[in-house]
């Protein structure tokens, strides 16, 4: 009945332990306290595991000891790469490649029992739905650690999925209630619940978001996939209805929304979902703290409720309607990263603390060079390296005006340049625009073929390079940092606004700022948040 594509199994190199008792001896000796160790050895033993043959239901059992101490070396494992600046540096690149590799022994562990389950073996036929539940929730697992990586879950990964689940729903053990103390606590779980949090996983749009956030993703994924149904058949209300997928692919979700019945497609009814998180979003608009909510202890406002109000219309309403026209592109782009760069493109020189003393010889130097060593010069940033990369542009957005608000660019993952990360600020000037303009990686990720994909958003406006620093009574001594003021722009709506340092923003907060001249402003309202960056509306102070 099964068609799971599985390592042949023999008994020639038989791996350290050949039941449950004899592995929880081995995991004694086994130092979770050095992942680096702890994972190589794990990943062997599940590699020769895979490999050997042994019978199902042993099999399961000593799964089921090594989930716990896996999960526990996989989640040390994560921080290694997660969220790194892309291409990744070789540890880094290592750490990815590991975590994937022992994820995926997992897999095929589980998959050789539910086959076994699937195909009527006795010995595990009673456990088919708890067998079931252990495989989607460790492709669930195997999901969640790709997207920190900058990497999407790829075709082998959706066909493997769904046809998991289109065996077991077959079987009639997808609904059946099971438990699972790791992932859900006394809460029972269904085959069905693991297979819904990685089609809502990915509905949400995971690259977009912060890492915090994506926990937060992660958490509410995991959490209110038991209140999704999957029907073989369309529903007659179809608002409930905001996600449909088609057993038979290898992509997560069939794009278009159509009642057209066929035996290989399932909808998503979120009735129950809707209403859970409508319910928590008002309560947030009251001022109830998301953690009174069961959002999480470390969810925090504004950035909580923006998220949720996002995934509620990614998994209640469907994908929304684009707020920009989008159309393709083609040519170059020219890319600027890193903020010192940034502000030297802009400013022509490196930064330098206002008001610093001059000596003679660096006055000597402003005379022969037109500008100061910036190493010799009290507060100056070293000179960055003032790289500009040349990226593809695949795609243009544009608003009512016709300027371009958005990007999406790539580059040969191997073509020499800098190191960039999603939230990060950029300048960026496609063939078409006269000059460069200040923007942010929304998100970034490579592709199969190696390719680096960025999307990003252009700041409407000319920047302005100046320097900013705190005022404040508890921070006398705080230097001036690199800032960038940006214009208002009265066809789109947009105050003046100033890109901070990360990390400075306080409603009200007056701030020194230096360009031609010491001034002072107030800062209104945080309008977006980066990895090296925030970005804010202000007024002119008195």
Same mark, same amino acid.
């Given at each position: !009945?099964?068609?799971?594509?599985?390592?042949?199994? &023999?008994?020639?190199?038989?791996?350290?332990?050949?039941?449950?008792?004899?592995?929880?001896?081995?995991?004694?000796?086994?130092?979770?306290?050095?992942?680096?160790?702890?994972?190589?050895?794990?990943?062997?033993?599940?590699?020769?595991?895979?490999? #050997?043959?042994?019978?199902?239901?042993?099999?399961?059992?000593?799964?089921?000891? +090594?989930?716990?101490?896996?999960?526990?070396?996989?989640?040390?494992?994560?921080?290694?790469?997660?969220?790194?600046?892309?291409?990744?540096?070789?540890?880094?690149?290592?750490?990815?490649?590991?975590? !994937?590799?022992?994820?995926?022994?997992?897999?095929?562990?589980?998959?050789?029992?539910?086959?076994?389950?699937?195909?009527? *073996?006795?010995?595990?036929?009673?456990?088919?739905?708890?067998?079931?539940?252990?495989?989607?929730?460790? $492709?669930?697992?195997?999901?969640?650690?790709?997207?920190?990586?900058?990497?999407?879950?790829?075709?082998?990964?959706?066909?493997?999925?769904?046809?998991? #689940?289109?065996?077991?729903?077959?079987?009639?053990?997808?609904?059946?209630?099971?438990?699972?103390?790791?992932?859900?606590?006394?809460?029972?779980?269904?085959?069905?619940?693991?297979?819904?949090?990685? $089609?809502?996983?990915?509905?949400?749009?995971?690259?977009?978001? =912060?890492?915090?956030? #994506?926990?937060?993703?992660?958490?509410?994924?995991?959490?209110?996939?038991?209140?999704?149904?999957?029907?073989?058949?369309?529903?007659?209300?179809?608002?409930?209805?905001? $996600?449909?997928?088609? +057993?038979?692919?290898?992509?997560? !979700? /069939?794009?278009?929304? &159509?009642?057209?019945?066929?035996? *290989?497609?399932?909808?998503?009814?979120?009735?129950?979902?809707?209403?859970?998180?409508?319910?928590?979003?008002?309560?947030?608009?009251?001022?109830?703290?998301?953690?009174?909510?069961? %959002?999480?202890?470390?969810?925090?406002?504004?950035?909580?409720?923006?998220?949720?109000?996002?995934?509620?219309?990614?998994?209640?309403?469907?994908?929304?309607?684009?707020?920009?026209?989008?159309?393709?592109?083609?040519? +170059?782009?020219?890319? /600027?990263?890193?903020?010192?760069?940034?502000?030297?493109?802009?400013?022509?020189?490196?930064?330098?603390?206002?008001?610093?003393?001059?000596?003679?010889?660096?006055?000597?130097? /402003?005379?022969?060079?037109?500008?100061?060593?910036?190493?010799?010069?009290?507060?100056?940033?070293?000179?960055?390296?003032?790289?500009?990369?040349?990226?593809?542009?695949?795609?243009?957005?544009?608003?009512?005006?016709? &300027?371009? =608000?958005?990007?999406?660019?790539?580059?040969? @993952?191997?073509?020499?340049?800098?190191?960039?990360?999603?939230?990060?600020?950029?300048?960026?000037?496609?063939?078409?625009?006269?000059?460069? @303009?200040?923007?942010? %990686?929304?998100?970034?990720?490579?592709?199969?073929?190696?390719?680096?994909?960025?999307?990003?958003?252009?700041?409407?406006?000319?920047?302005?390079? /100046?320097?900013?620093?705190?005022?404040?009574?508890?921070?006398?001594?705080?230097?001036?940092?690199?800032?960038?003021?940006?214009?208002?722009?009265?066809?789109?709506? +947009?105050?003046?606004?100033?890109?901070?340092?990360?990390?400075?923003?306080?409603?009200?907060?007056?701030?020194?700022?230096?360009?031609?001249? %010491?001034?002072?402003?107030?800062?209104?309202?945080?309008?977006?948040?980066?990895?090296?960056?925030?970005?804010?509306? #202000?007024?002119?102070?008195?």
């Amino acid at each position: !009945m099964s068609s799971f594509l599985l390592p042949a199994t &023999s008994s020639d190199q038989p791996p350290a332990f050949l039941n449950a008792s004899a592995c929880r001896i081995w995991l004694d000796e086994l130092p979770l306290a050095n992942v680096l160790q702890s994972q190589a050895l794990m990943l062997r033993q599940m590699n020769l595991l895979n490999r #050997y043959k042994l019978a199902p239901a042993e099999r399961f059992r000593i799964l089921e000891c +090594l989930r716990v101490p896996l999960s526990v070396i996989q989640e040390g494992s994560l921080p290694r790469y997660a969220g790194k600046a892309m291409p990744f540096a070789p540890a880094e690149q290592a750490a990815f490649e590991a975590t !994937m590799a022992l994820w995926q022994a997992l897999v095929i562990g589980y998959l050789h029992c539910l086959k076994a389950a699937l195909d009527g *073996e006795n010995s595990v036929l009673a456990q088919t739905s708890l067998i079931a539940q252990r495989a989607l929730a460790s $492709l669930c697992s195997t999901q969640a650690d790709t997207y920190p990586g900058a990497r999407l879950p790829g075709a082998d990964f959706w066909k493997l999925l769904h046809g998991t #689940y289109a065996a077991v729903e077959a079987k009639g053990a997808a609904t059946v209630e099971v438990e699972d103390r790791l992932r859900n606590g006394r809460q029972m779980t269904t085959a069905t619940a693991n297979y819904a949090e990685a $089609l809502l996983l990915n509905a949400a749009g995971p690259g977009e978001f =912060t890492g915090r956030q #994506y926990g937060w993703l992660v958490r509410w994924a995991h959490r209110w996939a038991g209140k999704v149904t999957v029907k073989n058949a369309a529903p007659e209300d179809l608002k409930n209805v905001s $996600l449909t997928v088609d +057993l038979g692919s290898d992509q997560p !979700m /069939i794009a278009e929304r &159509s009642p057209q019945v066929s035996g *290989e497609r399932r909808w998503l009814e979120v009735a129950e979902l809707r209403l859970s998180i409508k319910k928590r979003l008002l309560k947030l608009a009251e001022g109830v703290p998301p953690a009174e909510l069961g %959002l999480g202890s470390d969810c925090v406002m504004p950035g909580c409720n923006a998220v949720l109000e996002h995934v509620y219309q990614r998994w209640c309403k469907g994908n929304p309607l684009r707020k920009f026209e989008r159309r393709s592109a083609s040519g +170059l782009c020219r890319v /600027i990263g890193g903020v010192e760069t940034i502000h030297y493109h802009f400013s022509g020189k490196s930064f330098q603390q206002p008001g610093a003393n001059l000596t003679t010889q660096q006055h000597d130097e /402003i005379a022969l060079f037109g500008q100061l060593a910036a190493h010799q010069v009290p507060g100056f940033a070293k000179q960055p390296a003032f790289m500009v990369e040349e990226w593809k542009l695949l795609e243009e957005w544009t608003q009512v005006d016709e &300027s371009a =608000t958005g990007l999406h660019i790539t580059r040969q @993952l191997n073509q020499p340049g800098s190191r960039f990360a999603s939230s990060q600020l950029i300048a960026a000037r496609p063939d078409n625009a006269k000059q460069f @303009l200040l923007g942010w %990686l929304r998100w970034i990720h490579v592709d199969a073929s190696t390719t680096l994909h960025a999307g990003a958003h252009i700041f409407p406006g000319l920047p302005q390079a /100046i320097a900013v620093r705190n005022r404040s009574s508890a921070l006398v001594a705080e230097k001036f940092r690199p800032a960038f003021l940006l214009p208002a722009v009265p066809a789109l709506g +947009l105050a003046q606004r100033i890109v901070l340092p990360p990390g400075m923003f306080r409603p009200e907060l007056v701030v020194e700022i230096f360009s031609d001249q %010491l001034s002072r402003i107030a800062l209104s309202q945080l309008l977006e948040r980066g990895g090296d960056f925030e970005c804010a509306t #202000y007024q002119i102070a008195p």
